[in-house]
């Protein structure tokens, strides 16, 4: 592998976390960044969960698609077979790792059951297929990467904001902002923040 | 005429008090990122209706058929084949709405409404008031994202429906139409509804009582407690 193809992971990778974000800029796995960012540890280990699966879901995927789909002109099927695909992934981890690793499956395993329907697994699974045919040279081992840079980057996103979210337990608010309106606005602040990356990465690639 | 009424009540009820994006707290995702334009939002709408109204109809037939234990499976296959039906006909006659919804069109299939739907509501009642029950929650859906989609289109662009409103008045504020403003006018939209909800308050947090996994997450969580 040269130093051009690593330079270009590195910025798949970064350009995932900072300006292609999936919770702050694509707006995908909105419920777990809302329900589970309250507390730091069920933060972590949700997003932990969520990017093993992400990585494994885009390995499995990839291939089916490529192999499978696209030579029996089957494309239609993908939102079908996708789903159907994430969801036995999903039970299969969850078995393995209860029988084999207790202590992973403690931690971890307890989220597994709510990541089947979350959609940025779906999501990133299906919009590495669409940079691939936009882009030849985003192939198999791009697309892990950038399934892995957009885990971690929901891992950021979940992190920053379990934070913000634990110094507004203490603020008054007024009545009508309580719960979820002053969150969104603070998510709402989030972004903006992280608007400010656009940019960044293509220079530190270019 | 009691029947009558009790259907009409299940049709209102997605309407305003249980509005599934503004009190339930579902389908976050597709309203965030598909109210750009309020016609996006409305062709969003219409296909989510579109599947949660077969979706609930099939389900609904299938609910004494269907084992408890693989029910999460079946549903999401039976809703899988619905959004893949829009999907096609989306694409063969509204390419530019194809184009506008991106990826999320396919994610239909995961808007925690129409699973959560399912799990709740047609997986325990007959056809009738779950066909009535996905056509209000797909109506109030809609409406919220219309609602959005409405003021985001208005400030950030200046135009409704592509109509040019403000232009002359006021510059448009960009920002409404990238991601900070989409979090924004929704924490409004839902301070609003709860302030004119029975209650007067907005929902705490989404809890795990509306989530449409929460029985066999609870399961999980008792024997990690060793029961």
């Known amino acids: 592998m040269d130093a051009q193809t690593i330079r270009s992971l590195v910025a798949i990778f970064l350009a995932a976390i900072l300006t292609e974000n999936y919770v702050l800029n694509k707006f995908l796995g909105i419920c777990p960044f809302l329900g589970v960012s309250k507390k730091l540890d069920t933060a972590f280990g949700m997003s932990c969960a969520v990017t093993v699966v992400m990585v494994i879901a885009t390995a499995v995927t990839w291939p089916i698609y490529m192999y499978i789909l696209v030579p029996n002109s089957l494309e239609y099927l993908q939102t079908l077979v996708f789903i159907l695909v994430i969801a036995a992934l999903v039970q299969l981890l969850e078995t393995v790792l209860r029988k084999y690793m207790p202590p992973l499956y403690n931690s971890l395993g307890i989220y597994l059951p709510l990541i089947t329907t979350n959609c940025a697994v779906l999501g990133v699974t299906m919009l590495v297929l669409e940079k691939g045919a936009a882009d030849p040279s985003f192939g198999y081992v791009q697309s892990l990467v950038n399934a892995f840079g957009s885990g971690i980057g929901f891992l950021v996103a979940m992190l920053l904001f379990a934070g913000v979210r634990e110094r507004l337990e203490d603020c008054d608010i007024p009545k009508t902002f309580q719960g979820l309106p002053i969150t969104l606005v603070a998510a709402s602040l989030v972004a903006v923040s992280f608007l400010g990356f656009n940019g960044v990465v293509d220079r530190l690639a270019g | ?227």
């Open chain 2, 1 to 227: 005429m009691e029947k009558k009424k009790s259907l009409w009540s299940e049709f209102t009820k997605g309407i305003i008090i249980e509005n599934p994006v503004l009190r339930l707290m579902l389908g976050c995702c597709a309203t965030l990122a598909v109210t750009t334009a309020a016609s996006n939002a409305i062709g969003m709408g219409a296909a989510t209706t579109f599947v949660l109204v077969c979706s609930n109809a099939v389900i609904s037939l299938l609910r004494n058929v269907i084992p408890n234990k693989v029910r999460i499976p079946a549903f999401i296959t039976v809703i899988a084949g619905f959004v893949t039906i829009v999907q096609m006909f989306i694409k063969a006659f509204s390419p530019a709405l194809d184009t506008a919804l991106g990826v999320f069109l396919p994610l239909i299939v995961v808007n925690c409404i129409i699973l959560g739907r399912a799990e709740m509501f047609a997986s325990k009642s007959k056809i009738l008031p779950s066909i009535i029950d996905g056509l209000g929650m797909g109506v109030g859906f809609t409406a919220a994202m219309l609602a959005m989609g409405i003021i985001r289109e208005l400030l950030g662009a200046g135009t409704v429906f592509g109509l040019p409103i403000l232009s002359g008045f006021m510059e448009p504020i960009i920002i409404f139409l990238l991601p900070p403003g989409g979090f924004f006018v929704f924490g409004m939209l839902i301070a609003l509804a709860g302030k004119l909800s029975a209650e007067g308050k907005a929902p705490e947090a989404m809890g795990c009582s509306h989530c449409p996994l929460a029985a066999s997450c609870s399961k999980i969580n008792e024997k990690k407690e060793g029961k």
